[in-house]
T-cell receptor, first 114, second 112 residues
Framework: SAVISQKPSRDICQRGTSLTIQCQVDSQVTMMFWYRQQPGQSLTLIATANQGSEATYESGFVIDKFPISRPNLTFSTLTVSNMSPEDSSIYLC???????????FGPGTRLTVT | GENVEQHPSTLSVQEGDSAVIKCTYSDSASNYFPWYKQELGKGPQLIIDIRSNVGEKKDQRIAVTLNKTAKHFSLHITETQPEDSAVYFCAASKGGNYQLIWGAGTKLIIKP
């Protein structure tokens, strides 16, 4: 399985500001995913990030609010822009194991917007 | 669209007893069914998965069963221990590049 790290692990931000979350994988992967998990809830897919192409966003999520970069096969960033308290959540990145079905998750970034 | 229902939402069992969590899916084309364990403050951890070409898979105290006809699959944990306390999520997908469709989660509490 892949080892995935995220930075920061947690942050408290003021409304109207932006936060960029980093996701680093210890091996090359084609597909990376960004999820949001609100307190006590299940996971909601924000977007799929493939290296070399634009991210694909799920219904309800837009690029202006959640811009994603995928500069290489081991790294991705998610920016939460113009934050409001409703953006308070856990943000998780995951990777698809190459040639397989398994998805592995990072430890998450706990964001609180005040 | 695809939907995955998970029951129960909370399960409390005595240490040493067995725990069973059930999920049903709606898309008959789904062929991959993973289970994740999420401890407080951590990301989901893949604990076991099953593909549609098998009916059961076991890994030590954990097993997953799949009934394709009924479109449901279950997680079985035997001889539960305090460290099994966590939230468990089931998911389903059509495999490969298709996204996972998640259940709502089950909070498993192991009573000493």
């Amino acid at each position: 399985s892949a080892v995935i790290s995220q930075k920061p692990s947690r942050d408290i931000c003021q409304r109207g500001t932006s936060l960029t979350i980093q996701c680093q994988v210890d091996s090359q992967v084609t597909m990376m995913f960004w999820y949001r998990q609100q307190p006590g809830q299940s996971l909601t897919l924000i977007a799929t990030a493939n290296q070399g192409s634009e991210a694909t966003y799920e219904s309800g999520f837009v690029i202006d609010k959640f811009p994603i970069s995928r500069p290489n096969l081991t790294f991705s960033t998610l920016t939460v822009s113009n934050m409001s308290p409703e953006d308070s959540s856990i943000y998780l990145c995951s990777v698809l194991s190459p040639g397989a079905y398994e998805q592995y998750f990072g430890p998450g970034t706990r964001l609180t917007v005040t | 669209g695809e939907n995955v229902e998970q029951h129960p939402s909370t399960l409390s069992v005595q240490e040493g007893d067995s725990a069973v969590i059930k999920c049903t899916y709606s898309d008959s084309a789904s062929n991959y069914f993973p289970w994740y364990k999420q401890e407080l403050g951590k990301g989901p951890q893949l604990i076991i998965d099953i593909r549609s070409n098998v009916g059961e898979k076991k890994d030590q105290r954990i097993a997953v069963t799949l009934n394709k006809t009924a479109k449901h699959f279950s997680l079985h944990i035997t001889e539960t221990q305090p460290e099994d306390s966590a939230v468990y999520f089931c998911a389903a997908s059509k495999g490969g590049n298709y996204q996972l469709i998640w259940g709502a989660g089950t909070k498993l509490i192991i009573k000493p």
